[in-house]
């Protein structure tokens, strides 16, 4: 059983700071990509940024210069700073991770259970 589970979500007024994390346990073998998508009810479940395990990263437009994620490969966790946060990046966030478990050859996505982050204005 390989699970992401995520931590850090809350409620931030505009303008501050959250810090979103992703740990991955189980029988793990190997990850690829990390990342962070979010989404509202009724919606399509949205980028907001991810990683390789090089380090490589890319952004939704939206959030750039703004979030920041980062990945400790031996601790298969995964990351993302917010700042200057915005009423409008109100959502549920999610973590997601490419995982090849120790009984399974083939890459799977996996996803957590999400972490609601609220913005007041």
């Known amino acids: 059983q390989v699970q992401p589970v995520e931590s850090g979500g809350g409620l931030v007024q505009a303008g501050g700071t959250l810090r979103l994390s992703c740990g991955v346990s189980?029988?793990?073998?190997?990850?690829?990509?990390m990342g962070w998508y979010r989404q509202a009810p009724g919606k399509q479940r949205l980028l907001v940024a991810t990683?390789?395990?090089?380090?490589?990263?890319t952004y939704a437009d939206a959030v750039k210069g703004r979030f920041t994620i980062s990945r400790d490969n031996g601790k298969n966790t995964v990351y993302l700073q917010m700042t200057t946060l915005q009423p409008e990046d109100t959502d549920v966030y999610y973590c997601?991770?490419?995982?090849?478990?120790?009984?399974?050859?083939?890459?799977?996505?996996?996803w957590g259970q999400g972490t609601q982050v609220t913005v007041s204005s």
């Open positions: 997601g991770a490419r995982i090849r478990s120790r009984y399974n050859s083939d890459w799977n996505d996996y």
């Open positions: 189980g029988s793990i073998f190997d990850i690829n990509a």
């Open positions: 990683i390789t395990p090089d380090g490589t990263t």
